[in-house]
């Protein structure tokens, strides 16, 4: 059999198959317009046609006709391959990764952004952000401007992680924070927990924004309810204000500080939970070492990042809802840091049990 020396063409393959280019570019393209019905046995010899000479349609000739290339980009905020096993991101890529494969898309990830002040950037002088259908956004803060940028130019995208409004809505498909951190919140006052302490980041993203209105919808039933920063200091100065504000049950948005606030209260002679409670906002940002099972709630970053696929294909084939929202229901986590609090009387900073 002599060998095939040139690509095979559509015009090939309406030859072979007996019909029109225009039906096998209607074939190709899934189409099927109002004024050309294609019959079922048609359509089956055209496939024939496409399996047997292993056509391969040329992606620049399938955008003119369809816009849609089947190539999604990923663009992180932050890095996205950092050597611990146990990366935030990790499973935002995996959930992308399957889904992608599900619908089959390409993905290509960008990652010749600049840092500027601090950030890395959408746009710059040499972006490529046009050789991709639309684009997946990762990001603890995701930039505003260039959100609203992307909303004026039309270009088709969808953030993981819920966004505000930048010049217009924004699509994203994001993890409930807010319900997840009340109903934490609901476990703890009906385990007799009035006194809670909020131990923040001290970052305005989104997602920190949500868990603290979480926090907020409990505080009012509370006897007492305090935000602190957990952040940049040492956990016995943490544990200090914690204690300081007679606070039974720590609510905290930064797993390395739960670890931290939990080996210092240990190391005091307080009992954990009892003492004192600490339940996890998520999971770690980065690898923490951690012998025990914290009380909180998982990410549903796999999912979240099926679903940002799933709604990106939506955006390009012109499937979606003009507003495209979603939140996902966080899981939660029993674990073993909350439970009911020992009566004490009220502590001063460097106080152990029972002073």
Do not use: W
């Not at 390395?256 to 606030?261: D, E």
């Not at 210092?264 to 923490?288: F, H, K, M, N, Y």
């Amino acid at each position: 059999m002599a060998s095939v020396s040139k690509r095979v063409t559509q015009r090939d393959i309406a030859r072979l198959a007996g019909v029109s280019q225009a039906t096998v570019s209607l074939v190709l393209n899934n189409r099927a317009d109002t004024d050309v019905r294609i019959a079922p046995e048609t359509r089956e010899r055209v496939l024939r046609a496409i399996e047997e000479t292993g056509y391969v349609a040329d992606p620049i000739a399938r955008r003119l006709v369809s816009r849609f290339n089947r190539i999604i980009g990923v663009f992180t905020y932050e890095p996205a391959f950092p050597s611990g096993t146990r990366d935030f991101f990790h499973p935002f890529l995996v959930g992308i990764e399957e889904y992608a494969e599900r619908v089959g898309c390409d993905l290509l990830l960008f990652t010749s952004a600049p840092v500027v002040d601090g950030r890395r950037r959408i746009f710059h002088r040499d972006n490529r952000l046009r050789l991709a259908d639309g684009c997946l956004l990762l990001g603890r803060e995701i930039d505003a401007a260039e959100l609203a940028r992307l909303n004026r130019e039309g270009y088709p995208y969808v953030a993981v992680g819920r966004r505000d409004d930048a010049d217009g809505p924004v699509r994203y498909v994001g993890a409930d924070y807010a319900t997840a951190v009340r109903q934490l919140g609901e476990r703890a006052q009906q385990l007799g927990h009035r006194r809670l302490a909020y131990l923040g980041t001290g970052l305005v993203a989104e997602s920190s924004a949500d868990r603290r209105r979480g926090f907020a919808a409990q505080a009012g039933s509370a006897e007492h309810a305090v935000e602190l920063v957990g952040t940049g200091r040492s956990a016995d100065e943490v544990l200090d204000d914690v204690l300081g504000a007679g606070a039974t049950v720590a609510f905290v948005e930064d797993f390395a500080t739960a670890v931290q606030l939990r080996t210092a209260a240990l190391r005091r002679g307080l009992a954990v939970p009892g003492d004192l409670s600490v339940l996890t906002l998520g999971d770690p940002t980065t690898p923490v070492p951690t012998d025990i099972t914290f009380t909180g709630f998982h990410i549903p970053r796999e999912e979240m990042g099926r679903q940002a696929v799933e709604l990106l294909t939506a955006v390009l084939e012109g499937t979606a809802p003009a507003v495209s929202q979603r939140l996902l229901a966080c899981e939660p986590v029993e674990g073993t840091t909350l439970g009911p609090p020992v009566p004490r009387p009220p502590a001063g900073p460097g106080a152990g049990p029972g002073r």
